[in-house]
């Protein structure tokens, strides 16, 4: 960027100097000590000091205890975007801290109720992204499209969603699943059944690769899913029959060798397959980015989820004393998954909240008598995730032998 000659000349020379020395002694400065050197610094050498001053003021926002300030967490935020915004183009690092300035004001403007202003900092974000793609600044065209993403797909622009994520990325295995389940997610909700399909299979046949057998069946099971919805149930039963193999298999296993973890990999695909319970979302009414990890989910998409909660369980009460057991099933699914989606997700002690929840759900749907495979599915991979795989091929065995009774009808109908 062009600073003239004379922004140089009309800084204090003692201001600047007191701000380098305290940069550079031993002491440890306070946050505030440091913001207020690096805005003196970020005059007289903006490409050294501008990305400091940005992470700096970012830093300070809650270093200060602004948390919880509203409006001075978005002043903050203005200056920290306006301050990166004075990067020079071709600085290496100016797409990094300009696409992170702007998913800081993005998240404070959603935070605040301004929820169209926190898109459309999100959509300069993506374009932050290209646009340093092409300066050679990233290594990704979709650098810094994962907000606009998750704010479209918890709009119901699920194709527009898509579109934006990458097939997926492999630099970590972790990284690989989220990058895939999020891309697959929103083909599904797209109807994009097959380009989904297609796009899972690898992450199966990865997972198949390393042997990671609690995650293989998680994950076949939710194949068979999109399988079914894309009509290709003949493939749906072959990956339900392996997934009963694996069962079987880690049913055998001694105690000390059960593996665990991961639960958020088993409640995000559970929440996904229920997506189609909940409504659907638009941009006055949004919902959650089903296949993201929750806390990738927007601020008041999040909050407004899981405070319905204690509705959804006063409405099942209701159709309970009512008797209307086919509308209880569905209130009580859709509770089931916020529960699992909340209480996985907090504690290691998940078992206990969420145990009484799916044995209601398999309890309901036996005397509703519709439903049934789908529930025991359900309590199945929540089995797995608590390391009870006796429990689990049970209900699973369950699971088949009523679709094999039923001709092999679909665990879930896709909609």
């Known amino acids: 960027m062009n600073h003239s000659g004379n922004i140089s000349q009309n800084i204090d020379q003692d201001a600047v ?80 801290v300009l696409t992170d300035a702007l998913e800081h004001y993005g998240h404070a ?20 992204g290209r646009d340093g793609f092409e300066r050679g600044q990233v290594k990704h065209p979709s650098y810094g499209s994962g907000r606009l993403a998750v704010v479209l797909a918890e709009e119901g622009r699920h194709g527009e969603a898509a579109d934006l994520l990458p097939q997926g990325n492999r630099s970590h295995r972790d990284f690989f699943f989220w990058s895939v389940v999020e891309k697959t997610a929103e083909l599904e909700a797209a109807g ?13 046949d990865d997972t198949r690769k390393e042997r990671r057998q609690n995650l293989l069946v998680w994950e076949l099971v939710h194949r068979s899913r999109m399988l079914d919805a894309a009509g290709r149930h003949g493939e749906a039963g072959a990956d339900r029959r392996e997934a009963l193999l694996v069962l079987t298999r880690l049913a055998g296993l001694d105690a000390s060798d059960r593996q665990g973890g991961l639960r958020s990999w088993w409640t995000t695909l559970y929440g996904l397959s229920a997506r189609t319970v909940e409504p659907a979302g638009t941009p006055d009414a949004p919902m959650p980015a089903f296949g993201n990890s929750l806390l990738h989910w927007s601020w008041d998409v999040r909050t ?24 209880l099933a569905t209130v009580h699914h859709r509770l089931t998954v916020r529960s699992a989606l909340l209480w996985a997700e907090r504690t290691h002690l998940f078992e206990e909240p969420l145990r009484p929840l799916f044995d209601e759900e398999v309890a309901l749907a036996r ?35 009523l679709l094999d009774g039923a001709g092999r009808a679909p665990i879930v109908t896709a909609t």
Do not use: C, N
């Open 367 to 401: 005397r509703a008598a519709e439903g049934l495979p789908r529930a025991l599915t359900d309590r199945a991979m929540f089995f797995v995730a608590a390391k009870r795989y006796e429990e689990a091929q049970a209900d699973f065995a369950e699971a088949m032998d």
């Open 109 to 128: 403007l959603i935070q605040s109720g301004r929820r169209a202003e926190g898109r459309a900092a999100y959509e300069e974000m993506a374009a932050v």
């Open 192 to 204: 994009r059944w097959e380009e989904a399909v297609e796009v899972f299979t690898d992450l199966v």
């Open 17 to 96: 100097l007191r701000a380098r020395t305290m940069l550079l002694g031993s002491g440890r400065l306070s946050l505030t000590e440091e913001l207020e050197a690096y805005r003196i610094l970020a005059e007289v050498s903006p490409a050294a000091y501008l990305p400091k001053l940005v992470e700096a003021l970012l830093s300070y926002e809650t270093g200060a205890g602004h948390g919880h300030d509203t409006e001075r967490r978005l002043a903050l935020r203005v200056e920290a975007l306006d301050t990166a915004r004075r990067i020079d183009a071709d600085h290496p690092r100016r797409t990094e």
């Open 304 to 327: 407004a989820y899981f405070d319905g909660i204690p509705a959804l369980e006063a409405e099942a009460a209701r159709l309970s004393a009512a008797g209307q057991l086919t509308e």
